[in-house]
């Protein structure tokens, strides 16, 4: 398997259905975007910090993706584009913002696997 090929095979790994904050189309959720959202954060950035950063990098690799991934090795940069794109977020949206990325991790979360039987036989009540 070629390395193009396995780093096509992690992104299409959290594939899910396009989503939206604000009228504007997110970038799946992919390990590729996990990289990116690992390499912009900080231990230090409070919860709400962590989901504007979520969904602005999803739409900056939505929008651009060369443009996103330089913008993400570029901390001050990027923390700087968060807060002035923050501005405009209203009560409302922060609420949606909040269970927007809940619901993208908690699906890229749950286990995709299906159980293959071992053809043991279980004890009672464990079938």
């Not at 590729?32 to 969904?55: H, K, N």
Request: with cysteine; net charge negative; proline share 6%.
């Amino acid at each position: 398997m070629s390395e193009e090929s396995l780093l096509q095979e992690l992104d299409d790994a959290f594939i899910a259905p396009d989503r939206y904050f604000k009228n504007e189309k997110l970038a799946p959720y992919t390990e590729g975007s996990r990289l990116l959202i690992l390499q912009t954060r900080d231990e230090a950035d409070s919860p709400i910090f962590f989901v504007y950063s979520f969904i602005y990098i999803h739409i900056a690799l939505a929008k651009n993706r060369k443009a996103a991934i330089k913008l993400a090795w570029d901390k001050d940069a990027f923390r700087e584009r968060v807060l002035e794109w923050s501005e405009s977020i209203t009560d409302c949206d922060r609420d949606e913002a909040n269970l927007l990325v809940t619901s993208i991790l908690d699906g890229a979360n749950k286990a995709r696997v299906n159980v293959i039987p071992s053809g043991k036989p279980e004890p009672p009540g464990n079938g």
